[in-house]
T-cell receptor
């Protein structure tokens, strides 16, 4: 059982480049989330999707866009990467928005 | 939002029990107490949650004070694999509100000595 799968695991971008972080879950969960984690800080919510076709902004949405492609997949796009977006990004899913969440292994992104 | 307070770090010896405390004095009647942990270089992992009664699962036990203003995560026999940051989080399971946030604080860094 794969759970929540994130790709890629590591990425280095130049300032101004764009990229999409992929996330897929095979647990038939309705809700999906994107978080970022910076050194010495807790996880901060970027965007959230309660169900297929809906997305909502979290605490730190600026500089990001998301797409809930279908029930399984929730992607995070950086249109013009900035050094401040260097972080570890985690995708998570849950049955509903207020039940326990399951996390992927993370994507380590460095913007130079 | 109701907040939680945890010690920054704790140490334990392998095969001994560990009691990780969490204070949540402003907890509301509909807040569930959730615990997650994050092993080095991994994503957070759900551990356990409860409302009023003590809870047990294969990973840990959760002891909740009678007034619900504090709780304790109990690892019955710590192993080296239990070394992680442990997060105590309150989640309002009412359908309204911003309960989707799953707000993480800094948690408690548990070190397990061999």
């Amino acid at each position: 059982n794969a759970g929540v799968t994130q790709t890629p695991k590591f990425q280095v971008l130049k300032t101004g480049q764009s990229m999409t972080l992929q996330c897929a879950q095979d647990m038939n969960h309705n809700s999906m989330y994107w978080y970022r984690q910076d050194p010495g800080m807790g996880l901060r919510l970027i965007y959230y999707s309660a169900s297929e076709g809906t997305t909502d902004k979290g605490e730190v949405p600026n500089g990001y866009n998301v797409s809930r492609l279908n029930k399984r997949e929730f992607s995070l796009r950086l249109e013009s990467a900035a050094p401040s977006q260097t972080s570890v990004y985690f995708c998570a899913s849950s049955v509903r928005r207020n039940t326990e969440a399951f996390f992927g292994q993370g994507t380590r992104l460095t913007v130079v | 939002d109701a907040k939680t307070t945890q010690p920054n770090s704790m140490e334990s010896n392998e095969e001994e029990p560990v009691h990780l405390p969490c204070n949540h004095s402003t907890i509301s009647g509909t807040d569930y107490i959730h615990w997650y942990r994050q092993l080095p270089s991994q994503g957070p992992e759900y551990v356990i949650h409860g409302l009023t009664s003590n809870v047990n699962n294969r990973m840990a036990s959760l002891a909740i004070a009678e007034d619900r203003k504090s709780s304790t995560l109990i690892l019955h026999r710590a192993t080296l694999r239990d070394a992680a940051v442990y997060y105590c989080i309150l989640r309002d399971l009412n359908s309204g509100g911003s309960n989707y946030k799953l707000t993480f604080g800094k948690g408690t860094l548990l070190t397990v000595n061999p």
